[in-house]
């Protein structure tokens, strides 16, 4: 393992799993708030704002997240724009998570029941008010799983972006691994950080909803 210590292994993927959660956040919070965006003009009723939020969730479902990454990374330059990793890495997961949410959520708005959009309709709302006060509450307790364990899968997608150079917790594995030649020590190391990030998201899930179900009652 060369001079290498466990504690070193550790503490090393300790301070690159920092970048992984906060790729993660960062990309989930941008996604979330352009996925809204997206499901407001998918939901609308304008038939090419509609036809245009599917091409897009369609495109981004449709190809690999690395094919964007490189898309991102490599494709941008060539327009005269120079982005590091971490901003390539930033923008094209959040252009994969603003896509998956979009859907996932549209799901949830179209499992609620026509009749809500009638009888908001009959007390004068607009779509707007329709969707803040009425639809997006109840939708709200049928996305909180799918949405955190899309969530769970966006802190994995991460990996994928040590192809374009951004240090994160799969590269740091890497780069580790060549350095101590002990790449199953290494990798279970990552692992288990890979775990510890997820689990307590699987966990949130539960609890809360079970506490909206509860309120739902």
């Known amino acids: 393992m060369s001079e290498f210590t466990l504690w070193d292994i550790v503490y090393n993927l300790a301070l690159a799993a920092r ?28 038939p090419w704002a509609m036809r245009l939020v599917r091409g897009y969730v ?3 479902q449709g190809t690999p ?28 997961l959040t252009l994969f998570t603003s ?48 949405t955190v364990g899309f969530s769970v899968q966006v802190v994995k997608g991460t990996a994928v972006a040590s192809i374009i150079g951004f240090v994160e917790l799969t590269k740091a594995g890497t780069m580790i691994t060549n350095a101590t030649y002990a790449p199953f020590t290494v990798y279970g190391c990552v692992a288990v950080f890979y775990f510890l990030i997820c689990y307590p998201l699987s966990l949130y899930a539960r609890h809360l909803e079970g506490k909206l179900r509860h309120v739902a009652r």
């Open 19 to 46: 970048w992984t959660v906060l790729l993660s956040l960062t990309a989930f919070v941008l996604g979330g708030g352009v996925g809204l965006l997206l499901l407001m003009a998918r939901t609308a009723g304008n």
């Open 58 to 60: 369609e495109l981004f």
């Open 65 to 92: 997240l690395l094919m964007q990454l490189f898309i991102v990374f490599f494709g941008l330059p060539l327009i005269g724009i120079d982005v590091s990793p971490w901003v390539a890495a930033m923008l094209g």
């Open 99 to 146: 896509a998956f949410l979009t859907e996932i959520w549209r799901g949830c708005v179209e499992s609620i029941g026509f009749g809500q959009w009638e009888a908001s309709a009959s007390l004068g709302m607009n779509f707007r008010q329709q969707m803040r006060y009425i639809i997006l509450p109840q939708a709200l307790r049928i996305a909180v799983p799918p």
